[in-house]
């Protein structure tokens, strides 16, 4: 039976009945591990391709164990400073976190033709909190004369660039465009 929605309305709702003539069958077969196969990924040799594997699956481990402590530090950080936070900082950071997780959420939609995004005490919140940890860490990095290079800054724009997967550029023309 044809979907009542589909394309040719002649069709719609519709039972229909294929001839349909099996022309070959095929099953999955394991695959030879060996210097060819890791020529397929771009190693010279099978060796080499498990390096690149070892390398890769250390580097994976080695950010996501860093982003837990990182979230254990600024959770810790939070959990000890109040301080008055400027309701202006509050506000364009919020509005950022909404426009952010509109585009994750509309991932197919881009450019910045898109209805005004209000954003929610739930972004609010998060707002916040990176306000403040913003402000804390910028004085803790003052006083203790902790500076950062243009190398180091670009590194990190590009790392965290690389955090929105299709939407690099994006990412990249914001921080451009809101220093």
């Not at 394309?7 to 060996?34: M, Q, R, S, W, Y």
């Not at 209000?118 to 990176?130: D, K, N, S, V, W």
Request: aromatic residues 6%.
């Amino acid at each position: 039976t044809f979907p009542e929605e589909y394309g040719a309305t002649h069709l719609a709702g519709k039972e229909a009945v294929f001839a349909c003539t099996v022309k070959e069958v095929k099953a999955p077969k394991d695959a030879e591990i060996n210097d060819d196969f890791a020529s397929r990924f771009g190693a010279d040799t099978l060796e080499t391709l498990k390096g690149q594997i070892v390398e890769r699956l250390k580097a994976e481990y080695n950010q996501a164990s860093r982003a837990v402590i990182k979230r254990r530090l600024l959770d810790a950080l939070d959990g000890k400073v109040d301080f008055e936070l400027p309701p202006t900082l509050v506000d364009v950071e919020a509005k950022q976190i909404a426009h952010q997780l509109w585009h994750e959420e509309h991932a197919d939609h881009h450019g910045h033709d898109h209805p005004e995004i209000e954003p929610t005490e739930e972004h609010l919140g998060l707002a916040r909190r990176r306000v403040r940890l913003g402000l804390l860490l910028a004085e803790l990095g003052t006083k203790n004369n902790i500076e950062v290079t243009d190398q180091e800054m670009q590194q990190a724009i590009f790392a965290q660039a690389r955090q929105y997967p299709g939407q690099e550029r994006q990412f990249l023309e914001f921080v451009r465009e809101n220093p």
